[in-house]
């Protein structure tokens, strides 16, 4: 029974060690990652104005899900952190201090054709119609009512950087000159 407490203390006291050692400042705030957990090392930051319309157009068009939002004393979204399938973006109210940055977002999504239409239909306005590109891919353009460029992808094929070229050649007149 005495080992059985002596060995509890001891466990304790360990713990209460490496508990001591994560911590990092006075308040007790443990150490965080360098990168936070579901975030990768590029992430998109948009200035937007009026952030809560943006997010209401990213909710319809892209099923986002909110992760953040920070909201000043006269209501206004000051900022606000968003995922959209495993990607996060940070979205940041313009003003004088930062203004308003349009930004261009390439993004791979099940069904092209039916993305761009969501995106029509809630505002945003055509660059290119859905259309197979000789790089292999399926994709579509638009600009969102706030000025910022999406393009719209599926994935169809792995092309080869010498078929890439080829075929990029062939679409612009590019003569063979090999």
Request: hydrophobic content about 35%.
């Amino acid at each position: 029974m005495h080992r059985l407490t002596e060995f509890r203390g001891i466990r304790n006291l360990v713990l209460g060690c490496k508990q001591r050692l994560e911590n990092l400042n006075l308040g007790g705030s443990m150490r965080a990652n360098k990168i936070p957990d579901g975030y990768h090392t590029v992430t998109p930051y948009l200035l937007v104005h009026e952030v809560s319309a943006f997010l209401e157009y990213l909710e319809k068009v892209f099923s986002t899900k909110e992760l953040r939002r920070t909201t000043l004393a006269e209501g206004v979204v000051h900022h606000a952190r968003i995922r959209i399938g495993d990607s996060v973006l940070m979205i940041g109210e313009a003003g004088d201090h930062q203004p308003a940055v349009p930004t261009v977002l390439y993004m791979y999504v099940d069904d092209v054709d039916e993305t761009y239409q969501l995106a029509l239909k809630h505002g945003a306005k055509s660059l290119r119609e859905p259309a197979e590109q000789y790089y292999g891919e399926r994709n579509a353009g638009v600009e969102d009512p706030f000025g910022n460029q999406w393009w719209f992808a599926v994935h169809l094929q792995n092309v080869s950087l010498e078929e890439m070229e080829k075929r990029a050649n062939e679409k612009f007149h590019v003569p063979n000159t090999k």
